[in-house]
C-alpha cells in the first residue's frame, strides 16, 4: 500500500506527536494535512532510513530522472546544496562555483570550510540577466585551479537561462573534479518539450525543487546522485544530519504522489503546458511595449515556463492592484511570472489579458546598459571572516577593509561582496548605483560589518 493510502486509513487514537492529534475539528486550518500528519510510529516508513514506500518511491524517482539514486528531501533545494557540498568538501577544499549562485551555495561554503574560487557568466547587456556558463569558461578555471574538489553551477537560473550541462560534466569528468547543478528551478527539465535535465547529461550531483514547478508542496525537493565521483552514502549521511529528525509525512507523501503522477501522467502534463505556453507567446506577438525576452547571444537554451516581461513603468504593481495577478518577482523594469504544471490555457490567457490591458499605458523598457562588474579581491575564506569582529562603517568609509558580511544587488541579484572580499571603489560605485535596489544581507543599505586583519590574499 502507498503512503498516501496507508495514512488515510489511520483509525487508531493518537498518543504520541504531533500536538494537534488529527482534531481536524477544533483546528479547521489544518484540514486536508493533519489527517495525515504523524510521527515515526510502527508499520510507517522513515525518510531519514527509507525501507519500505520511501525506498520505492526514491527508486521511482531515480527511474523517472535518470539517476543512480534519489534523496527524497523536506528541507527544500537547500538542504540538497548544503549535504552536496559538505559531503564533498568535509574539511575544507576549494570549490569552483557560479557567483551569481543562490545564497546557500555560499552558506554551504561556509559551513564547509572551502575557499571559493568563481565563475563569472557575462549579463545580458539590456536587462542585466546573467547568461550561459561557458564550458569553456569552466575549463580554463579548472586548470587554472587545480585544487578545486567541486564544482557548481546554476541551471537553470532563476529567469530560465539554461547552460551546456553535458559540456560542462564533460569538462569536470576530464579532471576528475566532481560537478553538482543547482536545478532547483528546473525539476520540470527532461519533460518532453523541455530542455534536457543535467542528471542526464552526467552531472554527479543534481538538486531540484519539485514544489517550484511541480505539484508538490512548498519545501519538497529531491537530490539525485549519480555514482562514480562522489560516494552516495556521505551524501545520505549529511543528508540525515540536515535533515530534521522528525520529516513531515504530509509534505512526503507530497513527494510520493507528485512522483508518481510523473511517471503516469509527466508525458501529456507537459504537453498540456507548453500547449498553454505556445499559445500565451503567440499572443504576446501583439505587446508594444510590454515585452517578453526571448534570451541573447549568450544563452545556450532557455527554459519556456519563465515568463521575463521588460516594462518602463510599475508593470508588478499594476498586475497585482488591478488584475489581482501576483508575479514572481518584479522590481525596476523587469518582471518575472512563473509558470508550473498546474497552469492552463485559462489562467496564462488571465496573464496575456492583463498584460494587453496595460500595454498601451506603460512606457516601453529603454535599456540603458550593464556596467561591468570585476570580482574584489579575497583576503581571507568566508567562514574565517564571518567568525571575526569587526566594526559597522559607512560603505563611503569601508574602502580597503574586509567585509565580514554579504552585499547582494538586485537585480541581477549577484552579490558584489562576499565575507572575506575587499571593499573596493568597483564594489562602493555597484553600492552607489543601486541605490534603492540592494541590500546588505545583515546591516541594511548604508552599513558594511567590516574585519580588519593583515595577511596575504588567498
Not at 271 to 286: D, M, N, P, Q, Y
Not at 342 to 364: F, I, K, Q, V, Y
Not at 380 to 387: D, K, L, P, Q, T
Not at 416 to 423: Q, T, Y
Amino acid at each position: 500500500m502507498a503512503l498516501f493510502e496507508k495514512l488515510s486509513a489511520i483509525d487508531t487514537l493518537p498518543m504520541h506527536m504531533p500536538g494537534h492529534k488529527r482534531n481536524v475539528a477544533a483546528y479547521p486550518w489544518l484540514s486536508g494535512l493533519a489527517e495525515r500528519d504523524i510521527t515515526e510510529i510502527e508499520g510507517f516508513d522513515n525518510l531519514n532510513d527509507p525501507e519500505a514506500e520511501f525506498k520505492i518511491m526514491e527508486r521511482a524517482a531515480a527511474r523517472f530522472w535518470g539517476a543512480s539514486e534519489s534523496v527524497a528531501l523536506v528541507g527544500g533545494s537547500t538542504l540538497g546544496i548544503l549535504a552536496s557540498v559538505l559531503s564533498v568538501l568535509e574539511g575544507g577544499g576549494e570549490l569552483l562555483m557560479c557567483r551569481g549562485s543562490h545564497r546557500c551555495v555560499y552558506h554551504a561554503a561556509q559551513l564547509a570550510k572551502a575557499r571559493t574560487r568563481y565563475l563569472t557568466p557575462k549579463a545580458d547587456p539590456e536587462t542585466g540577466v546573467p547568461l550561459s556558463v561557458e564550458p569553456g569558461e569552466v575549463a580554463a578555471a579548472l586548470d587554472r585551479y587545480p585544487e578545486v574538489r567541486l564544482v557548481c553551477v546554476t541551471s537553470p537560473t532563476y529567469e530560465g537561462v539554461v547552460s551546456d550541462t553535458e559540456a560542462i560534466a564533460g569538462e569536470c569528468r576530464k579532471r576528475g573534479v566532481p560537478l553538482l547543478v543547482d536545478q532547483a528551478h528546473g525539476a520540470h527539465l527532461g519533460l518532453p518539450g523541455f530542455p534536457e535535465s543535467a542528471v542526464r547529461h552526467g552531472a554527479d550531483l543534481v538538486v531540484q525543487s519539485l514544489h517550484k514547478t511541480l505539484p508538490s508542496l512548498t519545501q519538497t525537493a529531491i537530490l539525485h546522485i549519480n555514482a562514480g565521483a562522489v560516494d552516495p552514502e556521505k551524501v545520505r549521511r549529511y543528508a540525515g544530519m540536515l535533515q530534521s529528525s522528525s520529516p513531515s509525512y504530509p509534505l512526503s507523501v507530497s513527494i510520493e504522489k507528485c512522483v508518481e503522477y510523473l511517471v503516469r501522467h509527466g508525458t501529456e502534463a507537459a504537453r498540456r503546458w507548453l500547449e498553454a505556453l505556445a499559445s500565451f507567446r503567440a499572443g504576446a506577438e501583439r505587446l508594444e511595449n510590454i515585452r517578453l525576452w526571448r534570451g541573447s547571444e549568450g544563452v545556450f537554451e532557455l527554459d519556456p515556463s519563465k515568463l521575463l516581461l521588460t516594462a518602463g513603468g510599475d508593470l508588478g504593481g499594476a498586475l497585482r492592484s488591478r488584475f489581482k495577478i501576483e508575479p514572481e518577482y518584479a522590481h525596476g523594469p523587469l518582471t518575472l511570472c512563473m509558470t508550473g504544471m498546474g497552469d492552463t490555457e485559462e489562467s496564462l490567457d488571465r496573464l496575456l489579458r492583463a498584460l494587453l490591458a496595460l500595454d498601451g499605458e506603460l512606457p516601453p523598457f529603454e535599456p540603458v546598459g550593464t556596467p561591468g562588474f570585476a570580482l574584489p579581491e579575497q583576503r581571507v575564506a568566508i567562514h574565517e571572516a564571518m567568525a571575526m569582529p569587526g566594526t559597522l562603517l559607512p560603505v563611503s568609509e569601508a574602502l580597503g577593509h574586509t567585509s565580514g558580511e554579504y552585499a547582494w544587488a538586485y537585480p541581477p541579484g549577484v552579490p558584489c561582496l562576499v565575507p572575506g572580499e575587499i571593499v573596493d571603489e568597483g564594489v562602493v560605485g555597484t553600492l552607489k548605483r543601486t541605490a534603492g535596489l540592494h541590500f546588505t544581507y545583515k546591516h541594511g543599505p548604508d552599513l558594511i560589518f567590516c574585519v580588519d586583519l593583515p595577511g596575504k590574499m588567498v
